[in-house]
């Protein structure tokens, strides 16, 4: 294998950890992952968080390929099924969360210069043993397995080494508006169901965290982490339509308002930003990936 320019990077004791804020996929892509044309099934189930385990424990791919994105190439894709997963146009901040199970990109904290503006395509395969082990498996459980196998491809590959830690971050809390909810209850045995294109949104049967979840990956979010606050324990049926903020504000022409107004106005919630404490990894080291 070739070392690609042999960069590596390390956190030292004294560095300062700041975090920026980048532009987030949204967490029901992505992995996981991610524009929200992207909803799909398996990469929501990859954001549950499963556990740093050790690399003793850790699964990992048979086989792997890691190249570099074409340049000038913006879009972002995953697609995986039991024993394999390939992955486009990801930088090694989105990885990192993908791989850990993170719901914003400002859960990743340090890294190196190139951890934003290196992109990577990876196409990655388990041998037959440990795939057909995971088609025997529940969607949670390997997608579970295959975040693992992503972390050992990032510790193996990337020379990745992080440790989880909380911190007090800016977040967004969702609450109940003033003059109540505007949505109802799922009705009974209803399936749960979360898709959006566009400015438009449905959602069937679904609960506040989950939504919550769901709101942390737009951009009008800002790469801040959504937590419930509606004190909201039942699953909900509601629609939402907005205009959506693609960086300059939303058009003034729009035939709904922008997010924040229209989750007060058609579901009587409200985003009320706040300090909490979140749930994020730092990155101790990490070098420029072999690539093959």
């Given amino acids: 294998m070739v070392k690609h320019n042999s960069a590596v990077w390390r956190r030292s004791a004294q560095q300062s950890e700041p975090y920026t804020r980048f532009m987030s996929i949204s967490r029901w892509l992505l992995p996981g992952v991610l524009a929200c044309a992207m909803l799909g099934a398996s990469h929501a ?14 699964p990992s791919f048979e086989v792997a390929s890691i190249k570099p994105s074409k340049p000038y190439s913006r879009g972002l894709d995953w697609d995986d099924s039991p024993g394999r997963v390939s992955i486009s146009g990801y930088d090694l901040r989105q990885l990192i969360r993908a791989a850990y199970g993170l719901k914003s990109n400002a ?21 037959d043993a440990e795939t ?24 193996d590959r990337f020379q990745l080494k992080l440790h989880r830690e909380t911190r007090v971050l800016p977040i967004y809390a969702l609450v109940v508006a003033k003059l109540g909810i505007k949505f109802e209850p799922a009705k009974p045995d209803e399936g749960d169901d979360l898709s959006g294109w566009g400015g438009h949104l449905e959602a069937t049967a679904i609960t506040m965290d989950a939504f919550a979840d769901y709101l942390t990956g737009f951009r009008e979010i800002a790469d ?13 049926d509601f629609n939402l339509d907005w205009s959506r903020d693609r960086g300059d504000g939303g058009s003034q022409d729009s035939e709904f308002p922008g997010l924040y107004t229209a989750l007060e106005e058609q579901l009587g919630l409200k985003l009320k930003p706040e ?18």
């Fill in 45 to 58: 189930s990859a954001q549950q968080a499963p556990a740093i385990a050790t690399a003793e424990r850790r």
């Fill in 107 to 127: 859960q990743v904290l340090g890294g190196p210069k190139w951890i934003d503006s290196e992109r990577f395509d990876i196409v990655a395969k388990a041998d």
């Fill in 132 to 155: 057909a082990k995971m088609q025997k498996m529940s969607d949670a459980d390997w997608v579970r397995a295959r975040s693992l196998m992503l972390q050992s491809l990032l510790a």
């Fill in 224 to 236: 801040r982490v959504v937590q419930n606050r509606t004190s909201l324990t039942a699953t909900y």
């Fill in 275 to 292: 300090k909490a404490p979140v749930d994020v990894v730092v990155v101790e080291a990490a070098s420029e990936p072999t690539l093959e």
